[in-house]
């Protein structure tokens, strides 16, 4: 039985063309293009006529969290196929970090029965900064070899600067490892320039992810990289790249697209990789181009061509229908040769929730119930105290630490709301004790209340801002009361929550519920004073203070790091 898509404009990324014809589709595969009405006396064809649609391979996101969504995989498939999606190349770190080799089998299982073709790029850093935090895991080369035994492994990832400019045990070997595999080496590396990129590059990673702009971009680019511009829910970089390396067309085939970390609400009501994609045309990328950026280069970037990346015979039929390429509009979407959406509505749906090993439900380790007090860093004597403040800089990934002068009250030093100075309050999530450290950051706005989560990459440990200790304090235990979630509470009342049972990262809930409720959080910190709260999400802000190993500082279990000098500093000045 052949599948003909007929009349249909054929995008080649390759050739830069759009060219009318049909496309012969047989057991999966594409068998060939064909001029316009050419292949409709084929015997025992079924015909859909396309109408003058545009076709496109199906987009690909070449550095993927899906954890970060907080949706199953079958859930996210849902929302994915709708944007014409087709292929993720995942680093499930964050549930690895959380439940070790036994989470990520556990996040795969039920992979082979998703409309999307899921690729494992092989955590290694678990825990990131092994020095300085704890986290539910630790990996080695025994869990590594098990994940390049994998046949969907494509690669290793991600390694940041740090752990290249000085070379040591285990990633020498995770990286020697990954060569021996003919694999991918992901590196993660963000404000480093000249010889100390070049050192970076030379230890041998293959691609980054983490330019915030268009001068760290061509660095990257010049020093024989591939360049994933990631357009997430917090890192939103791809304009400010783009905008220069239009420029520079010349380097468009080694640019692929990626979101990174990406929230439920963003994924149902901004996009996937279809909406890096508009980003790039209206950052005066040909559309065409841009579409090859989101296919045929994440395909070759991962050895890959020969299968996927583009309408060709041989390829599979992993293909998107758009009405438009110019704002682009999927309205159509076909896996393998199947049609799983078809005028924009979805045919396939993810099947009813497998049952999950009861430890899933059980990742959060705290077996008491914490203090206002606790979220306070007390200070013997005088009525000011020098303490670091983290500045955030919402739409990066990036935060400065700054020196700031506090009032203290009642001996305890105290937030700066005038100043939009808060409370931060990192929990300890695995030993049971329930271990709190407090500081201080500045940038969130809030002037009341507090909000908390137990996502907080890469160590996952509970975090809080707050204006309040006493509204810190509740949204944090009820998290615990949860099981995993995100909270927000004002005069000591919950305000708005969202369940996270499943390693305190993933909702039981419909994309839809999940998204809702996550809107209901965003405009209840609002209601606190943050003013971009409805532009960026405050609790994916607040997800990334805690990696130890991008921008200036980090928050661990063990206290707040210096990502530079990798070092633990106290948040009081001598």
């Known amino acids: ?305 020969d299968r996927f990346g583009h309408l060709s015979p041989g390829r599979e039929a992993d293909i998107v229908l758009m009405d438009e390429i110019d704002p682009l509009h999927v309205t159509d979407v076909f896996f393998a040769g199947r049609q799983i959406l078809r005028n924009g509505e979805l045919i396939w749906h993810a099947p009813e929730s497998s049952s999950l090993p009861d430890s899933v439900y059980r990742s959060i380790h705290i077996n008491r119930r914490l203090s206002a007090g606790e979220m306070l860093i007390p200070c013997a004597s005088g009525e000011r105290a020098h303490a670091r403040i983290v500045q955030i800089t919402p739409g990066q990934i990036v935060n400065r630490i700054l020196t700031e002068e506090l009032p203290v009250k009642d001996g305890m030093v105290r937030a700066d709301n005038g100043r939009n100075i808060q409370h931060f309050a990192l929990v300890e999530r695995y030993q049971g004790e329930g271990k709190v450290l407090p500081a201080f950051v500045k940038g969130y706005g809030i002037t009341r209340g507090a909000f908390a989560a137990s996502v907080s990459h890469d160590h996952h440990h509970l975090v809080c801002v707050g204006a309040d200790p006493v509204d810190m304090a509740a949204a944090l235990n009820r998290i615990i009361e949860l099981g995993g979630g995100m909270t927000v509470a004002a005069g000591g009342v919950i305000q708005a929550e969202l369940p996270l049972p499943i390693w305190g990262l993933l909702s039981s809930l419909s994309a839809e519920e999940t998204a809702r409720r996550e809107l209901e959080l965003n405009r209840a910190v609002e209601t606190l004073g943050c003013s971009f709260a409805q532009k960026v999400s405050p609790f994916a802000v607040l997800s990334l203070m805690s990696l130890p190993v991008i921008g200036e500082a980090g928050f661990t279990d063990q206290g707040l790091i210096d990502v530079r000098a990798q070092k633990i500093l106290p948040v009081l000045c001598e």
């Open 1 to 305: 039985m052949h599948l003909i898509l007929q009349n249909c404009k054929i995008i080649d990324p390759v050739t830069s063309s759009v060219t009318p014809g049909d496309i012969v589709i047989k057991d999966g595969k594409i068998l060939s293009l064909r001029d316009p009405g050419a292949a409709k006396d084929i015997a025992g064809s079924e015909i859909i006529d396309c109408s003058g649609k545009y076709a496109s391979p199906g987009f690909s996101d070449a550095h993927f969290h899906s954890e970060s969504t907080m949706l199953s995989l079958g859930s996210l498939a849902e929302v994915l196929i709708r944007r014409g999606t087709t292929a993720l190349y995942i680093n499930p770190h964050e549930v690895a970090n959380v439940a070790g080799i036994d989470g990520v089998r556990t996040l795969l299982r039920d992979s082979a029965s998703i409309p999307l073709h899921i690729f494992l790029i092989a955590p290694c850093k678990v825990p990131t900064a092994p020095k300085l935090e704890k986290s539910g895991a630790a990996f080695g080369p025994p869990e590594l070899e098990e994940m390049l035994s994998w046949p969907d492994t494509v690669g290793i990832g991600e390694i940041d600067a740090h752990k290249l400019l000085h070379p040591s045990e285990p990633y020498t070997g995770f990286i020697e490892k990954a060569k021996q595999h003919k694999l991918a080496v992901c590196g993660s590396i963000n404000g480093f320039r000249g010889s100390e990129l070049q050192t970076c590059f030379a230890s041998g990673i293959t691609d980054d992810h983490e330019s915030v702009s268009g001068a760290e971009a061509l660095e990257k680019l010049r020093y024989g990289a591939y360049l994933h511009v990631r357009e997430g829910s917090t890192e939103q970089n791809l304009t400010d790249i783009l905008m220069v390396l239009r420029d520079h067309p010349g380097c468009f085939s080694r640019i692929c697209f990626c979101c990174d970390d990406k929230m439920p609400g963003d994924l149902l009501h901004v996009g996937h990789i279809d909406n890096n994609i508009r980003k790039a045309v209206a950052a005066g990328i040909d559309p065409v181009a841009a579409i090859g950026m989101a296919t045929c280069n994440t395909a070759a970037y991962y050895g890959q061509e």
